[in-house]
């Protein structure tokens, strides 16, 4: 008996000689008779194809494809998962990968089995690894199947050249046990990604297309979410923000002024590659970035990739009360990674916040009364001017609005 540890997870199987005694026997017998598939798994040239998951599964496709844009009004829901499209990205990005994955982890049971059983010709030595492989899938554990969700898989234009690949050539060649067991096992490896990394998979394209310019060192055309104009982009580096998870791109932007119409400006920009669109361009108007902002950049990707700063050693100075400093554990959502408490002053402790102001003011203006930005007055003046606006409501609009609503 041999036992065999998956260099890709933790599996282990244990090889009797004899476990696999019936292919053994028909080949030392000379009466060797091809596998007949299970009816269930039999492809008829159907275009749609049943994928069996559990639970856990199907809720992390829905997820992704919802965090990655695969999404569709249906019934109302805008924010409806499309599985079918979402699937055909990871088949379309990842299959060739996974694929290497399979064959490596194939490899170290093929070696085993002919040490162990050298007598076996090489077909049944195939054959028998197969089998193995699908054991080490969870899907066939029977907690899973009597709680299996089924996905119909739809062949489309973007991915039939793989879905023809899997039906023809895998499944009725023998080196898959299961279609379904080989999706699952696929969505499983997968998984096991951390989400920067699933997302340069499924956006592998942009990704390629961007890295490219960045190493040229071009200015490009690009659009961002919905927006139908195109932005002229200086790309400086791609980044993942700790915090999200997300993959973005930090960049200097030629563009309006919203400020001063009709001036022109540059300003550093993080986008997140989700969102750009898939048609990347090189950009008729091209510009050079300041060696001022390339140390903006720099310094974003250490403090703050998902929000650029504009400027060399940004920072703000933050006092808070005790309040205030039990909010920093309580509001994590675009929360500064650096935030580091200098002095006390009588109830307030005093924080040095490096990076993004921007991203530093969309935080702490939800801490209300207990976050009081200092050393800066444009920020001040926007605060008092947001006050004005609520003590006005309550003090001439909302008696107006209750007298109406009792009447």
Do not use: W
Not at 24 to 53: A, C, F, M, R, W
Not at 333 to 353: D, G, L, M, W
Request: glycine share 2%; charged share 25%; hydrophobic share 30%.
């Amino acid at each position: 008996m041999a036992t065999i540890k998956c260099p890709y997870c933790s599996s282990k199987i244990k090889l009797e000689r004899f476990q696999y005694k019936d292919i053994v026997d028909s080949e030392l017998n000379d009466k060797y008779v091809e596998e007949k598939q299970n009816p269930q798994n039999y492809y008829s040239g159907n275009d749609t194809t049943n994928i069996y998951v559990d639970e856990e599964m199907c809720k992390k496709l829905d997820q992704d494809a919802v965090e990655f844009g695969f999404i569709r009004n249906k019934n109302g829901n805008a924010h409806s998962p499309n599985r079918n499209a979402f699937i055909s990205a990871i088949m379309t990005n990842y299959y060739d990968e996974f694929n290497v994955e399979e064959e490596q982890k194939k490899n170290v049971i093929v070696d085993t089995l002919k040490q162990n059983i050298p007598l076996l010709k090489d077909v049944s030595t195939n054959r028998i690894a197969s089998c193995i492989m699908a054991g080490m899938d969870t899907l066939a554990s029977e907690k899973i199947r009597n709680k299996k969700i089924i996905i119909k898989l739809k062949k489309t234009n973007m991915n039939e050249n793989i879905y023809d690949d899997i039906q023809y050539n895998k499944f009725f060649n023998n080196s898959i046990s299961s279609i379904s067991e080989f999706y699952y096992s696929m969505f499983q490896s997968f998984f096991k990604l951390p989400q920067y990394l699933r997302e340069q998979i499924i956006f592998k394209k942009k990704f390629k297309d961007l890295r490219k310019y960045i190493e040229d060192g071009k200015t490009i055309h690009m659009k961002y979410k919905k927006d139908k104009n195109y932005r002229n982009v200086f790309p400086y580096k791609i980044v993942q923000s700790v915090e999200e998870s997300h993959n973005y791109l930090l960049c200097v932007e030629k563009t309006e002024d919203r400020n001063n119409p009709g001036n022109i400006i540059t300003m550093c920009i993080s986008y997140r590659i989700d969102n750009i669109g898939d048609t990347i361009k090189l950009s008729n108007s091209p510009f050079e970035i300041t060696e001022s902002q390339k140390q903006a950049l720099k310094e974003s990707i250490l403090y703050s990739p998902s929000s650029a700063q504009q400027e060399p050693g940004e920072h703000i100075l933050v006092a808070l009360t005790s309040t205030g400093v039990g909010l920093l554990d309580a509001i994590y959502t675009f929360k500064p990674t650096h935030i580091e408490p200098i002095k006390q002053i009588r109830e307030y402790t005093i924080y040095k916040v490096y990076g993004s102001k921007f991203q530093s003011y969309t935080y702490f203006k939800r801490f209300g009364e207990h976050a009081i930005i200092l050393n800066d007055n444009s920020f001040k003046q926007s605060q008092l001017i947001s006050a004005q606006k609520i003590i006005n409501n309550y003090n001439s609009i909302s008696s107006q609005l209750e007298e109406e609503l009792n009447q």
